[in-house]
């Protein structure tokens, strides 16, 4: 499975943007789906994840109330629509696909795309 992220860039605070993450090789009905993100010198932390359906989805408490995880699986893509965006979301934000169908746990991810840099400035 490829991950593609697509849609990051630099952003006043209170702004929005919308990554999108396209995925090939697999059978994306089948791939639970999350976002996750670093910033420099930290661990790559959990954002949003939704289920094989779109039925079920998590967010981090940082972002809960102000990004909105889901997915096209016509389209073999993921979203995160990031409103109310703050300097502190600042990070490279990176999609991953897990064969589960649902968890929030950076170990249980196979597939990672390649980072899509967000920037939000005060």
């Known amino acids: 499975v490829q991950l593609q992220a697509s849609g990051g860039g630099l952003v006043q605070a209170g702004g929005s943007l919308r990554l999108s993450c396209a995925a090939s090789?697999?059978?994306?009905?089948?791939?639970?789906m999350g976002w996750f993100r670093q910033a420099p010198g930290r661990e790559r932390d959990f954002v949003a994840a939704?289920?094989?359906?779109?039925?079920?989805?998590r967010y981090a408490d940082s972002v809960k109330g102000r990004f909105t995880i889901s997915r096209d699986n016509a389209k073999n893509t993921v979203y995160l629509q990031m409103n109310s965006l703050k300097p502190e979301d600042t990070s490279v934000y990176y999609c991953?696909?897990?064969?589960?169908?649902?968890?929030?746990?950076?170990?249980?991810?196979?597939?990672w795309g390649q980072g899509s840099q967000v920037t939000v400035s005060s």
């Open positions: 991953a696909a897990t064969k589960l169908v649902f968890t929030t746990s950076r170990e249980d991810y196979n597939y």
């Open positions: 939704i289920s094989w359906g779109g039925r079920s989805t």
């Open positions: 090789g697999g059978t994306f009905s089948r791939l639970g």
